[in-house]
């Protein structure tokens, strides 16, 4: 258990612990969701559920829901009882999913909350204490981050945004270079890695 921004979130060894500077990630998404396309919000690899959780309590609105995303059984567990314990079981449902059947193709979402694996294969072995599989971003640790850009593109409402966690601003510009239906808006530095606020591309 550990407290993140004002709430407790459970969690084990099975799911990658949350980083307290990813409390930035919950804060803009909760300011953007303040605002225009009405809808829901998507999580995508969610893990114990904190950002997305977090964001709906600092947002204070009761008409926003949020679909949490995860492959991950144990993820999920969390993610549900993070849920309960915080109040917004009511607001929140839990899917346990690979990215490809993260949403129907006729569901879209005001905002796409992403959060993928970024490490490159080869420097995961300096993160004994993380699951594998939750911080393993392929070889350049771009492989994750582009196809978690990629299905969120295929599920923002009008006027929607993503907003992706990475590594670096770098890293941030590399993914911004393959992308053809986002475009990098701006980038938040945070202690562990930065957050870029994607939108759809224009023309």
Same mark, same amino acid.
């Given at each position: ?13 099975r799911?990658?612990? /949350?980083?307290p ?5 919950a804060?803009? @998404? ?8 009405a ?7 969610a ?9 709906l309590?600092r947002?204070?609105n /009761?008409?926003?829901?949020?679909v ?6 144990a ?8 849920a309960? *314990?915080?109040g917004?079981?009511d ?5 346990q999913?690979?990215?490809?059947? *993260? ?5 879209h979402?005001?905002?796409?909350? @992403? ?7 080869a420097?995961?072995?300096r ?11 392929? /070889? ?10 990629? *299905?969120a @593109? ?21 993914l ?21 606020l ?5 023309g």
């Amino acid at each position: 258990m550990m407290t993140f921004g004002d709430l407790d979130i459970a969690y084990d060894e099975r799911v990658l612990e /949350p980083r307290p500077w990813t409390t930035m990630h919950a804060e803009w @998404a909760a300011e953007l969701l303040a605002g225009w396309p009405a809808g829901p919000a998507l999580e995508l690899g969610a893990g114990a559920g904190q950002i997305g959780l977090l964001a709906l309590h600092r947002l204070g609105n /009761p008409a926003r829901r949020l679909v949490a995303v995860d492959e991950s059984a144990a993820a999920c567990e969390f993610a549900r009882a993070n849920a309960e *314990a915080a109040g917004l079981a009511d607001r929140v449902e839990v899917r346990q999913v690979d990215l490809a059947h *993260a949403a129907a193709r006729d569901e879209h979402f005001a905002l796409v909350i @992403a959060d993928p694996p970024w490490v490159a294969s080869a420097r995961t072995r300096r993160y004994p204490d993380d699951p594998p599989r939750s911080i393993d971003g392929g /070889p350049d640790g771009l492989a994750a981050p582009l196809a978690f850009a990629r *299905a969120a @593109a295929r599920h923002l409402l009008p006027g929607g945004s993503v907003l992706l966690q990475l590594g670096s601003r770098e890293q941030a510009y590399a993914l911004s270079h393959e992308l053809r239906t986002l475009t990098l808006a701006e980038i938040r530095i945070g202690s562990g890695g930065v957050v870029a606020l994607l939108r759809p591309t224009e023309g």
